[in-house]
């Protein structure tokens, strides 16, 4: 307390002219409109600028919770586009018993490591068995394919990512629908290649790459990227094609799976034709 009292006594004379400074300039803007405005404009210039960056600091730390619920909006959409796409084919009105005959079906899921520098690189899920999730499920972004589930437990899941040596996903051209496989030289993380495409196709620069739909993991359609290089193999019978993902395989935070609820049929169904043969 007595350094308080100390340190007006030292200063009395600079605190009496602020005091008498700040009297002087309320007086001065009370009295004159032009200084209130002036006042008043200033004020609302601090306090918006602060209010502004207030609002860009916590929406800065609540993008991930932003990000999660798009991601989990459009899990819904993709769900209920799907129900109608399949209400749409067998000319039906779209109902509860409807659900059951939908041949995919989405979940969404927070990618918690993400690998994409070494040769063969993988994902980390924060969803397991619990969540639904099994091996060989297809896994997308809103942009295009991931990679496909490998291991699972109860609560997590790995990935085999599409910049992988092991990966090969069977995919097409757009245009032509000539198809061959999708695989990763371990080079760039933004192109890969597709090979067995035959000499007889067309294909210029440019050209969009999609899913085929003749495995059980992916649908037909989806966006993969477009030819940004091509050129024959040694035996010149095939094209080697530099595609340039869509995705950006660096910054994945969120993914969909896709489970194909007819897969298991299918998979009964050619194992029996193959012991056959």
């Known amino acids: 307390m007595l350094q308080i009292i100390n340190f007006f006594i030292r200063n009395k004379n600079f605190l009496l002219f602020l005091f008498l400074l700040a009297i002087s300039l309320s007086l001065t803007i009370q009295s004159h409109s032009y200084h209130q405005s002036k006042f008043v404009h200033s004020a609302n210039f601090v306090s918006g600028n602060l209010l502004s960056l207030k609002h860009e600091i916590t929406g800065y730390f609540g993008l991930r919770k932003e990000n999660k619920l798009l991601a989990e909006e459009n899990n819904r959409l993709r769900n209920q586009l799907e129900l109608f796409t399949e209400a749409s084919s067998l000319s039906v009105r779209i109902s509860d018993s409807l659900t059951e005959d939908i041949p995919y079906y989405y979940r969404t899921a927070e990618v918690i490591n993400n ?55 069977s ?25 067995d495409i035959a000499r007889l196709a067309s294909i210029s620069i440019g050209d969009t790459i999609t899913t085929d739909g003749r495995s059980t993991i992916f649908p037909k359609g989806l966006p993969v990227g477009v030819i940004s290089n091509f050129k024959l193999d040694q035996g010149e019978n095939f094209y080697i094609i530099d595609v340039t993902l869509f995705n950006d395989m660096t910054k994945t935070e969120y993914v969909y799976i896709i489970e194909n609820k007819k897969a298991e049929e299918i998979k009964e169904l050619e194992t029996t034709t193959k012991n056959e043969y």
């Open 171 to 195: 995919v097409k051209l757009k245009k032509s629908g000539h198809f061959g496989s999708l695989v990763w030289d371990g080079k760039l993380p933004n192109t890969l290649q597709l090979i």
């Open 115 to 169: 690998n994409y520098s070494k040769t063969n690189n993988y994902l980390t899920l924060k969803s397991g068995r619990k969540q639904g999730i099994q091996s060989e499920m297809g896994v997308i972004s809103s942009q295009g394919i991931i990679g496909i589930v490998d291991q699972v437990s109860e609560n997590f899941s790995t990935v085999l990512s599409i910049l992988n040596s092991k990966s090969s996903i």
